[in-house]
């Protein structure tokens, strides 16, 4: 066996947390990867909310939902995630995926910004199911990048223990900035 | 699900880096728990190396591995394992842990530390299979604690990253010193 990368992992974790009919969130669309594998887990009664602020991340999503057959659970959002509650309202979450970073295929000068990744996960964390499961990939080797993981991680490294478990996951010999993964579950009254 | 302990993910990672038959090192026996979850994954063809330099800890893990009856895949050791090269020689190692702090129901103030503790990797690094794996699970809550932390991070860190991927798997927003995992895997060709 060989030690999973963090994008690995994270897949891993998305598996064990999410169940059939679930609602859950891919807060990063990008090219619909993470949109296809929770749209898989969640099956036909349950909803992924998936969103990106780039046309292309949009189309490419929408074409592999298709292409697989799975958009009848999926709702593809052309708005930036900081917007997410307007479109969950008060529905009950149990997993969303954030890749943090630049679009790979496109424009490497658009990404994520911490105010608003914050503002989507500060947003999620309150319909978050007990048990349920926010995970963020953190790229940060790019300009901006660093501003983002250290922000990312001053957050989520100070929400209350009581309330939420905060992992992060991390090889720590490699020079080329290899992404970082937290993951923040909810606590349940007995954890 | 929950997200694992360190001390859980470290049984997960062992269940997958061992299989029967082969030769592994408990380098901190303590009451033998991990002695015994190892003697059970190689099974009666394999071979447990366990380290302690309390008497107590030798006793409890030797009555523990009778009381199971896998008492003749271990070799119950009451040696420091900086000495692990003596028992080992050139013998193929696939997995180690080292449970780094001190043994909960003993004296306190015996604790490992950090020149034995690296003294001890250092040497099974070299008899280490492809895949192969080190596990150092890092109690430091206690005086002299943060020190060896500190050594064993940035020992690890430093490793050549052509030749091992280095781990951190740590819950970083509790405020009772949680223990941190470290995981070191030797690279194959192709890795």
Known sequence: M??????????????KAVNPGDNVIDGTAGLGHDTLFLAQLVGQKGKVFSFDIQQSAIDATNHRINE?????????????HENVKRYINDQPISAAIFNLG????????I?????????????ILNNLTPNGIIILVLYYGHPGGKEEKNQVLD?????DQHQYNVLK???????NDPPIL???QKRTKSS
């Open 169 to 175: 996951y991390q090889f720590i010999n490699q020079i």
């Open 111 to 123: 990404i994520t910004k911490p105010a608003t990744t914050l503002k989507a996960v500060s947003a």
């Open 68 to 80: 697989n057959e799975v958009q009848h659970q999926c709702e593809v959002i052309h708005d930036g």
């Open 182 to 184: 937290i993951a923040i």
């Open 2 to 15: 060989k030690l999973q990368s963090a994008l690995n992992f994270s897949h891993t974790l998305l598996k």
């Open 155 to 159: 957050f989520a490294g100070n929400l």
């Open 102 to 109: 630049y679009l790979p295929t496109g424009n490497k000068t």
